[in-house]
């Protein structure tokens, strides 16, 4: 078993940079690929940006590409999203997910085994 927790949301202006962190327990992170999602009420849960289990390899949504930037430290056992440039459309809950390497494909949340509680971002314009 994975747990994981996010901190790091809040409330913040348009144009600012926020980092949020997701601290895992229970297991090293440095066998799983990591991603974050973000869901708005009412919405499906949304793909943001993943980090592959060595942290060589990427991937955003188009949405956020060139904004935010996802790291990984498995000496931590922590994953980052550094959010720069916010909008109020980034506004939402972001999960940090995580998912055995090699298996499933990253952008969907199924593929996920592991989820954390959630942190809210706010973005006012």
């Known amino acids: 078993q994975v747990q994981l927790v996010e901190s790091g949301g809040g409330s913040v202006q348009a144009g600012d940079s926020l980092r949020l962190s997701c601290a895992a327990s229970?297991?090293?992170?440095?066998?799983?690929?990591m991603g974050w999602f973000r869901q708005v009420p009412g919405e499906e849960r949304e793909f943001v940006a993943t980090?592959?289990?060595?942290?060589?390899?990427?991937y955003y949504a188009d949405s956020v590409k060139g904004r935010f930037t996802i790291s990984k430290d498995n000496a931590k056992n922590s994953v980052y999203l550094q959010m720069n440039s916010l909008k109020s459309e980034d506004t939402a809950v972001y999960y940090c997910a995580a998912k055995v390497g090699y298996v499933g494909t990253y952008y969907r949340p199924e593929s996920y085994n592991y989820w954390g509680q959630g942190t809210q971002v706010t973005v006012s314009s």
């Open positions: 980090i592959n289990w060595s942290g060589g390899r990427t």
């Open positions: 229970g297991r090293t992170l440095s066998r799983y690929d």
